[in-house]
């Protein structure tokens, strides 16, 4: 879907920013001087997204429908942003799926599910953006989690999946240096969400604990608010920022695991523990 769009003002391109956190920080661009560009696959999710961001805006606010899990529609995606927008400084990929079970349960269909929305929606759509980042020396987001960064117990086969997001992020940061594309990730813990306790409800498996249901596999980390990882993510855009975690302060816990791992999985256990 095509607007007038404006030479002098950035384009930033959101992927699956009709919903939750992208919705927030696609709302979070658009309020702070960009040209926003939403893509997801629900029209009538995308078409509300934009009703509701173009209000706060005083910039162009598009949307495309787009499956960025099928390589085709990613390419066609990216040749309607060249067309419509002529430019495109920051990419946001924010397109995302989770799941609860034991990784002795995981199906390879679920797997490579878990894998196309995390990891390759993120590929495609780099791969599609490079051409236009180059021109403007811009930036590539990737939403990662937590779960980027250690293997916590009951979420199934989505720290596999954000291990790969985060092991792609750094290469493309060092492929793509000389281009002076930045990539970075951002991986922030459980987000606070009116559903706490019932997402999963449709991917959860019998054998599970009542904490497997809770935000990061039931980690007594206190929810984020998704308007200060969006505020985040412009920050980190703004600094050619490499790497986030939040909140912060875990930052150090990971550290700590990766240099002594008896004490990372105790660290593990002891937050994903369902007792105080």
Not at 23 to 36: M, T
Not at 57 to 63: C, D, F, I, K, T
Not at 203 to 212: D, G, I, K, T
Not at 256 to 268: A, F, I, M, N, S
Request: glycine share 10%; charged share 20%; proline share 3%.
């Amino acid at each position: 879907m095509a607007e007038h769009a404006f030479s002098d003002v950035p384009v930033a391109v959101v992927t699956g920013g009709s919903t939750g956190l992208g919705f927030e920080i696609a709302s979070h661009f658009a309020k702070n001087g960009y040209h926003l560009v939403l893509v997801g696959r629900n029209e009538e999710r995308l078409k509300t997204a934009h009703a509701k961001i173009k209000l706060a805006s005083h910039h162009p606010v598009q949307y495309y429908i787009c499956d960025v899990t099928i390589q085709s529609e990613v390419q066609q995606l990216f040749k309607h942003i060249e067309s419509d927008c002529n430019r495109l400084d920051v990419l946001l990929n924010c397109v995302g799926k989770s799941d609860r079970g034991l990784l002795q349960d995981l199906s390879a269909e679920s797997l490579s599910s878990l894998i196309d929305a995390n990891l390759l929606s993120a590929l495609y759509c780099t791969q599609q953006s490079l051409q236009l980042l180059e021109r403007s020396h811009g930036v590539i987001v990737n939403i990662g989690s937590l779960a980027s960064k250690v293997g916590a117990r009951f979420i199934g086969g989505y720290s596999i999946a954000k291990h790969g997001l985060a092991g792609m992020t750094q290469q493309f940061r060092l492929e793509l240096k000389e281009r002076g594309i930045h990539v970075c990730l951002l991986s922030p813990g459980p987000i606070r969400r009116t559903d706490e306790g019932q997402r999963y409800e449709d991917r959860m498996s019998e054998n599970l604990p009542e904490q497997a249901r809770r935000p990061g596999g039931g980690t007594r980390v206190k929810g984020l608010s998704s308007s200060v990882v969006a505020a985040v993510a412009l920050k980190m855009v703004r600094k050619r920022q490499p790497d986030r975690v939040l909140p912060g302060y875990l930052r150090l816990l990971i550290g700590v695991g990766h240099l002594w791992p008896r004490l990372g999985d105790w660290l593990l256990l002891k937050f994903t523990s369902s007792h105080s």
